[in-house]
């Protein structure tokens, strides 16, 4: 079973940085795309960042220029770098697996995620 544990959240204010980090179990960060979900209050999880087995990254249009997801797979780890942070960006935040023809909540082993609050 494919487990996540995410960390690195917390509360900054707009226009701060955090770092977030997703272990994963087994060595699937060079296997499978990985990806960062987030998910605000009342709103659905949605995919944030993307990255392929072979390194290639996708972003979602509002946080373009400002987050950047990587990985190590060596240590079987993603990271996701948020810069310039907004209000708006404030959500939990989780990794896994990115397969585009599974429906996002059907994807499983969900970790408990990681909560990024902006606000001054």
């Known amino acids: 079973q494919v487990q996540f544990v995410e960390s690195g959240g917390g509360l900054v204010q707009p226009g701060g940085s955090l770092r977030l980090?997703?272990?994963?179990?087994?060595s699937?960060?060079?296997i499978y795309p990985m990806a960062?979900?987030?998910q605000a209050p009342g709103k659905q999880r949605e995919l944030v960042a993307s990255i392929t087995s072979g390194g290639v990254t996708k972003h979602l249009d509002s946080?373009?220029?400002r987050f950047t997801i990587s990985k190590d797979n060596a240590?079987?780890?993603?990271y996701l770098q948020m810069n310039s942070l907004?209000?708006?960006?404030?959500?939990?935040?989780y990794c896994n697996r990115h397969i585009p023809w599974?429906?996002?909540?059907?994807?499983?082993s969900?970790?408990?995620?990681?909560?990024v609050t902006v606000s001054s």
Do not use: H
């Open 110 to 115: 969900w970790g408990q995620g990681t909560q």
């Open 36 to 38: 960062w979900y987030r």
């Open 28 to 30: 699937i960060t060079s």
């Open 63 to 65: 946080v373009k220029g």
């Open 86 to 93: 907004k209000p708006e960006d404030t959500a939990v935040y």
């Open 102 to 108: 599974v429906p996002t909540m059907d994807l499983g």
């Open 75 to 78: 240590k079987n780890t993603v």
């Open 21 to 26: 980090s997703c272990a994963a179990s087994g």
